[in-house]
């Protein structure tokens, strides 16, 4: 069950599932706080929280409200010590940003010399490691057109332009040469949806996304004309 509960998680984090979700899991795991409840519900909130636990998260208050629970049942002794001591610690990683540790200085393993160096009592200065910059991610066609068509598909029945956004701008921006294509893709997502709520839902997603950082100015543009065409 933990292994799901850390994948919910991690799908939540990435925005591939509505926030909605994760607090609808967490106030049933709640509801009835048994011992295998309460480790759950630390999990899926350690894996989580990192992402989650900022003012801009759509759920944010709901969020605080968890918390404020979490804390009132170890303040209050309401469970086991081994969960007890579980959720303490959950609530002074927030405390702490969640951040568990901070490493001053990545450092080889030293060479046998220096070994050597050090049981002779003699300095030894670590040998810092060069990084290296990560390649630019390479644009994957099939995954922004599906992840976009999910976000649509979401949209519609939670009508939640935020967290739309939010799922679309995770998929990463395509390159200049294809954004008026997946925008005319978009566009015949959009003009296909039964109600006329939705299709007005999805035409104001379309507008933030084409205004958003790393698009064309006449993307937007240029995709609607490549679909009436």
Known sequence: MLGNIKLVGGLLSRGMLASKVG?????ELLSNPTPEALESAAALLTTLGPTADCK???QYTALNAIFDQISTIVKTQKCQPRERFLLKDLLELRAAGWVTFRPRRLERAMTLSQVADS????????QAIRMVSPAAPVFDQDKFR??????????????CLTEALARLASLGVPPVAEQAAELAEITSHVVQEGAAAARESGMKVML??????????????????????
């Open 23 to 27: 607090i609808a899991i967490l106030e």
């Open 56 to 58: 801009e998260w759509p």
């Open 119 to 126: 049981a002779a009592g003699r300095r030894v200065e670590p």
């Open 146 to 159: 599906e992840g976009a068509k999910k976000a649509l598909v979401e949209l519609r029945y939670s009508g």
């Open 208 to 229: 933030e996304l084409a205004g958003s950082k790393g698009w064309g100015a006449d993307a937007l543009c240029s995709g609607i004309t490549l679909f009436v065409k």
